[in-house]
T-cell receptor
Framework: AQSVTQLDSQVPVFEEAPVELRCNYS??????LFWYVQYPNQGLQLLLK??????LVKGINGFEAEFNKSQTSFHLRKPSVHISDTAEYFC??????????????FGQGTILTVHP | GAGVSQSPSNKVTEKGKDVELRCDPI?????LYWYRQSLGQGLEFLIY????????KSGLPSDRFSAERTGGSVSTLTIQRTQQEDSAVYLC???????????FGPGTRLTVT
């Protein structure tokens, strides 16, 4: 089985400041990794994904994440946030083997609040 | 192109009634998923359809929950004899091949009174 831990349930930050949302995972098999964003009263939207290749992946809205296999982490970063980035962010993994093949497991979410 | 759609967007029902929630996935996507999102429980996997294979029902919380997918496309999640703890947002997602990114619908907010 796999699990995803988002280390911060809430992250307040001022506009134009950098932000890092932390995600660690546990899995006995290889995984693909994702970050999703959920704006108030909306569904989940894919921010970025890591399937293979370069461990630094860039997504929409200026976000990027780095896959660190040795630390089993996939932290999300943005160098300068905007008010419109206020939302809940979910880290997720899909195992590419084993009994949970193809099933997305989510972290508990991090609420990012950007203050003016 | 069109994304994943779900209906209804909101459903209020009385305890003990049955409800049906519908999901229309992205055309051509072979994999379809149902999740439940509620306060304190986060996002829970419910059921997963992949092509013509038997669905993975391992996340269904009780036998009151069932789902079907007709013609490899539209899916219906049915909750029988609803309970107040069933109140949540039910999200549907589809994926091209079951391993890559999933695209989510806007969800159905279910309130059981």
């Amino acid at each position: 089985a796999q699990s995803v831990t988002q280390l911060d349930s809430q992250v307040p930050v001022f506009e134009e400041a950098p932000v890092e949302l932390r995600c660690n995972y546990s899995s006995s098999v290889s995984v693909y990794l994702f970050w999703y964003v959920q704006y108030p009263n909306q569904g989940l939207q894919l921010l970025l994904k890591y399937l293979s290749g370069s461990t630094l992946v860039k997504g929409i809205n200026g976000f990027e994440a780095e896959f660190n296999k040795s630390q089993t982490s996939f932290h999300l970063r943005k160098p300068s946030v905007h008010i419109s980035d206020t939302a809940e962010y979910f880290c997720a993994v899909i195992p590419i083997g084993g009994t949970s093949y193809g099933k997305l497991t989510f972290g508990q979410g991090t609420i990012l609040t950007v203050h003016p | 192109g069109a994304g994943v759609s779900q209906s209804p967007s909101n459903k209020v029902t009385e305890k003990g009634k049955d409800v049906e929630l519908r999901c229309d996935p992205i055309s051509g996507h072979t994999a379809l998923y149902w999740y439940r999102q509620s306060l304190g429980q986060g996002l829970e996997f419910l059921i997963y359809f992949q092509g013509n294979s038997a669905p993975d029902k391992s996340g269904l919380p009780s036998d009151r929950f069932s789902a079907e997918r007709t013609g490899g496309s539209v899916s219906t999640l049915t909750i029988q004899r609803t309970q107040q703890e069933d109140s949540a947002v039910y999200l549907c997602a589809s994926s091209r091949d079951g391993l890559r990114e999933q695209y989510f619908g806007p969800g159905t907010r279910l309130t059981v009174t």
